[in-house]
């Protein structure tokens, strides 16, 4: 009879077990604390959308959308695409579900995404990232209170070593005028410019700024900065949430090469960054984007926000505390086990977090016991039942009494 040959998991995909778990778990519960603290409804969207929500909100000409998207036909002939970020389907739950009469709304979600790109560290095709976006607020103050958020949520992490990178993209009249100005400088050095900048030149002339090809730096580094095109208010702007980041004690650094490329990104854009994970170094991003939900066929609507990838945030945490239980039943003989199945439900019931060593010698419970972290083991006999008392060992010093069962739960607390 021929092998059955197991199943692999599919390139760029990953299993999540133990510290690996731990540390995950870590930043999800820790978002999740720091967003309730800043008044962050959690919101659930769909993993998969319509796929002209992804291709008119990030872009056509976008890498995203041209190369890295999951996208199918379902049954019904509909083209679908797994959600390769969370701000294009938040934008569309808030056209489709009437959320305008909540605004401004602030929405805090989380989950898988989705990119087909080249796996290395940190980077996944199924990965997962936070996410936190102010819907309907055009105010400054709506940016700093995301940053200092987010600052925080790095700070209670134990991230240290992270540095604020913030730079203005305007309003749409700076971008017009200083889009026209790096079109004509890049035209004067089209003959430097790799194949797939001479195609942004076209389409997407601001994304040559971030172009990671080492022929279009000469280039890049030369073209004009933005400060020269900013009007009168979007100055302003930039100097408000830098005086709040700065009221808020949260350090920055200006980074004019910092762009985003689609014409809906106004304003604030930033990212927070590190050198501990190579060149894929940031850990946060985000910007304001007052032009998107209009793009979606709403009416004219601001919104800021980021995300942040869990796998990279847990890459940078301590190494994870190990994971303590109050309690574990060692039961010797079946009239024990019977017992302890019942002790072990009540005990549960009041809250604490007890397990049972099914099976093996007796030291070999206990070393099972004390394997799993627990603060104490709770020998159970045909003795101990007779005398309607547990013998209650402390794993931290090895000292062991008789309590009565009724009194395990307030002992063990």
């Known amino acids: 009879m021929a092998r059955i040959q197991t199943p692999h998991r599919v390139r760029g995909t990953q299993d999540i077990f133990g510290d690996d778990q731990r540390r995950f778990a870590q930043v999800l519960g820790t978002f999740d604390r720091v967003r309730t603290l800043y008044g962050f409804q959690r919101v659930d969207i769909p993993i998969f959308e319509a796929t002209e929500v992804f291709s008119r909100s990030i872009g056509e000409t976008t890498d995203v959308v041209s190369k890295e998207m999951y996208t199918f036909p379902d049954r019904g002939g509909d083209l679908l695409t797994l959600r390769p970020e969370f701000t294009a389907g938040l934008a569309r739950a808030f056209l489709t579900e009437g959320w305008q009469q909540y605004a401004p709304l602030k929405l805090a979600t989380s989950g898988p995404v989705f990119r087909y790109e080249r796996p290395q560290k940190g980077r996944y095709r199924q990965f997962h990232q936070i996410d936190a976006e102010v819907i309907g607020a055009a105010e400054p103050m709506a940016d700093v209170e995301l940053l200092v958020m987010a600052d925080q949520l790095l700070r209670e992490l134990g991230i240290e070593g992270v540095t604020l990178q913030l730079n203005t993209l305007g309003d749409a009249e700076t971008r017009d005028a200083w889009r026209a100005a790096l079109v004509a400088h890049f035209e004067g050095h089209r003959a430097e410019l790799s194949e797939d900048s001479l195609t942004r030149l076209e389409k997407n002339p601001l994304r040559i700024l971030d172009s990671k090809d080492p ?97 990279r945030l847990a890459m940078l945490l301590a190494e994870p505390a190990r994971p303590v239980i109050d309690a574990v039943i060692v039961p010797m003989g079946a009239a024990a086990e019977t017992r302890a199945l019942g002790l072990l439900a009540e005990l549960r019931r009041t809250g604490l977090a007890v397990d049972m060593a099914y099976k093996g010698k007796m030291k070999q419970r206990m070393a099972k016991a004390d394997a799993q972290g627990a603060r104490a083991a709770i020998i ?13 060992k402390s794993l931290a010093d090895g000292t062991q009494r008789a309590v009565a069962f009724d009194a395990l739960a307030e002992t063990l607390r």
């Open 215 to 311: 022929r279009d730096r000469p280039a890049a580094d030369s073209a004009p900065d933005i400060d020269a095109y900013l009007t009168e208010a979007a100055r302003g702007f930039f100097d408000a949430v830098t005086a709040g980041l700065d009221a808020a004690g949260v350090a920055w650094t200006r980074n004019p090469r910092l762009v985003r490329g689609l014409d809906y990104y106004r304003h604030t854009a930033f990212e927070f960054v590190t050198d501990r994970l190579g060149a894929q170094g940031t850990v946060l991003a985000g910007g304001r984007y007052d032009g998107l939900i209009g793009s979606l066929g709403g009416p004219e609507t601001p919104g800021v926000g980021w995300a942040a990838g869990v796998e």
């Open 380 to 392: 159970i006999g045909d003795d101990e039942i007779a005398a309607g008392a547990a013998a209650v």
